[in-house]
């Protein structure tokens, strides 16, 4: 036996660095393998998907936090419920779908490049304004957020943050989970967490009901939840099912898109080459005359493979979302035990392609949507969102480099991060933001006077 466990023990795959004393006992209680190499990432978490789509169990972020429903979409197991929530949220973002969200993209992105000239300053809260609003619109048809200090936005970003911390799994619950039985007048931690399920459920239920009287009163206007109550029958889901999936949009879809959107910003300084020849094809394309739109994106190859590079330059999901294996399986002669934790790490599959060419089925050139049957949903909406902002940010304004008192130009630093838990987005550093061309003003104002709300 000792021999056995020896000789499987040597032929598993890579796992997170031993601690000293008590070495991989964390690990070994989850079992967690890393995937550092493109190729063996894809051949597991894509090639094999049907074994490797669930999630390992997170009894505090899906379970508790939930009301004990396990209802997320992102960290649930792959399962029935989890299959009808999916189906939901893939065909409401595929590529033709999405379409429909194109004047609200339209519209934030002209939004945030007025933002950018009048006060360059606050580019990060820009950023995040833009980001937020489009997912709330999107989920909700939530009204264009004026600032970052709307209550209901205030109230999904607390929400988004428990379940940041309660996945780390540092809770002793994910090590022990008959602790999950301990009454909650015991402990501490259960009523906080039950509270705070509560508190998150009734904040997606107001959003959710909003549509629910908007439907009636007003008519259907383009939103996600609008498209659940519509066709519920088509996806079989509960009113729970809906309130839950609608509302978990936000947290898949801000910190993701408004990181990306800020490493493009950095980049953009950083490499003012580029800049310069993304602005003479959309000289070409678009002209000075009018700012670009979606229909001129099949024109604009080298704006959208800027997008493509960023996303692979520094994904938003460093190390992804962990996948499950759902039987035993042997990779390259490495055995992964059913239950064990997969994790890709994005960051390092996205910077070996020197060593290792992307697989035919990777058209993207990256792997920082994720891989197999758990890919991300919104990612055909995450390439629109960031489309039209750069198209509409590079039109309009030069991003330059902050210069010291000698007038030394001042580049930012393009390996320094904020580590957000999840997320990891540039270090703070100053840019010089001014417009383009002088019309490019007046033809911002018309725009955004055109908009009615
Ligand atoms: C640049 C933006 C984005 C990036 C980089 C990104 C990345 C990811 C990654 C890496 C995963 C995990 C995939 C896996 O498990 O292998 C994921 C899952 C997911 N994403 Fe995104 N995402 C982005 C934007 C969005 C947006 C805008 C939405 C919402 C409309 C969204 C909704 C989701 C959902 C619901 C899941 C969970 C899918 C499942 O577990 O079945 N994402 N995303």
Redesign the pocket.
Same mark, same amino acid.
């Given at each position: 036996m000792v021999s056995y466990a020896r000789s499987s023990r040597q032929r598993l795959p890579p796992q997170p660095r031993r601690l000293p004393i008590i070495g991989n006992w964390f690990q070994t209680i989850d079992r967690r393998w890393l995937f550092s190499r493109e190729y063996d990432a894809f051949d597991v978490?894509e090639d094999r998907a049907s074994s490797s789509s669930g999630r390992p169990r997170l009894i505090l972020a899906n379970e508790i936090l939930y009301g004990g429903f396990a209802t997320s979409?992102?960290v649930m197991d792959h399962g029935e419920v989890?299959r009808r929530m999916?189906r939901a949220?893939q065909e409401a973002?595929t590529k033709v779908a999405v379409q429909r969200y194109h004047p609200i993209l339209t519209k934030e992105a002209t939004i945030l490049v007025s933002a950018l000239l009048t006060n360059p300053e606050g580019r990060e809260q820009h950023i995040q304004r833009t980001a937020a609003s489009a997912?709330m619109s999107i989920s909700y048809d939530y009204p264009t957020l004026t600032s970052g200090h709307d209550k209901a936005v205030q109230d999904m970003d607390r929400h988004v943050h428990w379940v940041a911390r309660a996945s780390a799994r540092t809770s002793p619950v994910e090590f022990f989970p008959w602790m999950i039985h301990i009454p909650k007048r015991f402990a501490k931690w259960k009523r906080e967490s039950l509270k705070r399920a509560a508190e998150r459920s009734e904040i997606f239920l107001r959003l959710f009901n909003r549509v629910k009287t908007d439907l009636v009163s007003v008519g259907v206007r383009p939103s996600f939840s609008a498209t659940l109550i519509e066709h519920h029958d088509r996806y079989r889901l509960s009113e729970r099912e809906m309130v839950f999936l609608a509302g978990?949009?936000y947290g898949?879809?801000f910190d993701?898109?408004s990181t990306?959107l800020m490493w493009w910003t950095l980049a953009m300084v950083a490499f003012p080459e580029v800049q310069c020849r993304a602005q003479a094809e959309l000289g070409a394309v678009v002209g000075r005359a009018r700012l670009p739109t979606f229909a001129d994106a099949p024109r604009l190859p080298y704006v959208r493979a800027i997008i493509r590079e960023v #996303?692979r330059w520094r994904?938003?999901?460093r190390l992804? $979302?962990p996948?499950a294996a759902a039987e035993d399986e042997w990779y390259d002669g490495m055995f992964i035990p059913k239950g064990a934790t997969c994790i890709a790490n994005?960051w390092h599959c996205n910077h070996d392609r020197a060593v290792f060419s992307p697989k035919e089925t990777n058209k993207e050139g990256h792997v #920082?949507?994720?891989?197999?049957r758990?890919?991300?949903?919104?990612?055909n $909406?995450?390439n629109d969102s960031?489309f039209i902002y750069t198209a509409r940010v590079l039109w309009a304004a030069n991003l330059g480099c902050a210069r010291d008192e000698n007038g030394k130009e001042r580049p930012p630093d393009t390996s320094a991060f904020v580590d957000g838990g999840i997320t990891s987005r540039p270090l703070p550093y100053d840019c010089i933001i001014t417009p383009r061309f002088q019309e490019a003003l007046s033809i911002l104002v018309e725009e955004r006077e055109s908009f009615q709300d």
């Open positions: 978490l979409l992102p989890w999916r949220a973002f997912i978990q949009m898949a879809g993701t898109t990306t #996303s994904p938003a999901l992804g $979302l996948h994005i #920082s949507f994720g891989f197999g758990r890919i991300c949903v919104g990612k $909406l995450a960031l």
